[in-house]
């Protein structure tokens, strides 16, 4: 993968939480275009590293190049303003305010509603979650919680993401809502957005993504296509909930 075609970049990123290490010497790489899976069981140290990624929290080794350039020490929103944006681990609504406003707060970094590219992606956006159009005056909190992972999704998308990040994509919803947002996810990646899927759900993840890499004990243990993670015998063993077959 040469330097041009790389968008994110994590280069021996650790991060800790006081004394704890949650992360150490982490390394990975997301092309453009790609959909990357990040895979992992509870506690494995994923959320950490896309926390490091993005700005959430400040990475205390490593670098995290976004576009060829260092972005390590930048704060969330100004990653988010350059493109690299992220969808959290238990959606992180606004519950007071309304559908529409959810909306219109994840085009913050451009100005809200006023610039035509936002207007765009407001009704895209739309297109994309029919049932949000129909609950736009709805509270966020009163949903359900699918309707709110739909709206997370929307609202990290309103921030014209270059490469969109989603942590933990199933968490708490029912396993049709699931195949249904991975279905839309697909579908934004044959559009030509990055996306990297954070996901303790390895067979959903790992059903759409390009390359995977398997997060154990706040390291990379495995990583690899996609179709060669889901046959090897530890991760079907300890993600997918199969036995490898011996010939």
Sequence with gaps: MSACETLLEIRGMELRYGAAIAVRDISLRVARGQLVAVIGNNGAGKSSMVKGATGLVRPSAGKVLFRGEDTTALPAHSKAKRGLVM??????????????????????VHGGLKHEKARASFDRVLALFPRLKERLRQQAGSMSGGEQQMLAIARGLMAGPELLIIDELSLGLAPRIVTQLIE?????????????????????????ADHAYVVDNGAIGLSGPSAEIAANPQVMDAFLGKKAVAP
Aim: proline share 4%; net charge negative; glycine share 6%.
């Design 184 to 208: 839309v996810l697909a579908q934004l990646n044959r559009e030509g957005l990055t996306i990297v899927l954070v996901e303790q759900l390895a067979a959903h993840a790992l059903s759409i």
């Design 87 to 108: 969808v959290p681990e238990g959606r992180r609504l606004f519950p007071d305010q309304t559908v529409e406003d959810n909306l219109i707060l994840g085009a913050y």
